[in-house]
């Protein structure tokens, strides 16, 4: 898991109250870079999970000697620079930010992109 889980409710949290340092513990160079290029969104809230090790059987992996262990992640990501874009157009900003990433070891990223309003809603 890496950064901050999706809270409750975004009514009472802050930006400032949100930790978007890296677990450098556990978190790769490719998963820092992420974090980092993703925090020119704004984001509210942000969760980044490696899942390569879940892919480590495909053929890609295993012709590569198992990669570098960051080839899928899972992105959850509020932020208000979603206001007015389908889900289409909200994918295509982060890929445009992470256009390096994808072209080199990424080759898989699952998104859940939704405003703070949106989070809000679902929670009411």
């Known amino acids: 898991?890496?950064?901050?889980?999706?809270p409750r409710s975004?009514?009472?949290?802050?930006?400032?109250?949100?930790a978007m340092k890296p677990d450098v513990s556990s978190a790769g160079p490719v998963q820092v870079s992420i974090q980092e290029k993703l925090a020119k969104l704004r984001p509210e809230a942000l969760t980044i999970t490696n899942d390569s090790w879940q892919h480590r059987h495909h053929a890609a992996m295993r012709e590569d000697g198992g990669g570098n262990g960051?080839?899928?992640f899972t992105i959850n990501i509020v932020s208000d620079e979603f206001k007015g874009k389908s889900s289409m157009?909200?994918?295509?900003?982060?890929?445009?930010?992470?256009?390096?990433?994808?072209a080199g070891s990424v080759h898989a990223l699952s998104l859940h992109t939704?405003?703070?309003e949106e989070v809000q809603s679902t929670k009411a």
């Open 1 to 6: 898991m890496f950064l901050t889980r999706l």
């Open 10 to 18: 975004l009514a009472s949290i802050s930006r400032r109250s949100i």
């Open 70 to 72: 960051e080839t899928h």
């Open 89 to 102: 157009q909200r994918h295509r900003m982060i890929y445009s930010l992470l256009s390096e990433e994808l």
């Open 114 to 116: 939704k405003t703070t």
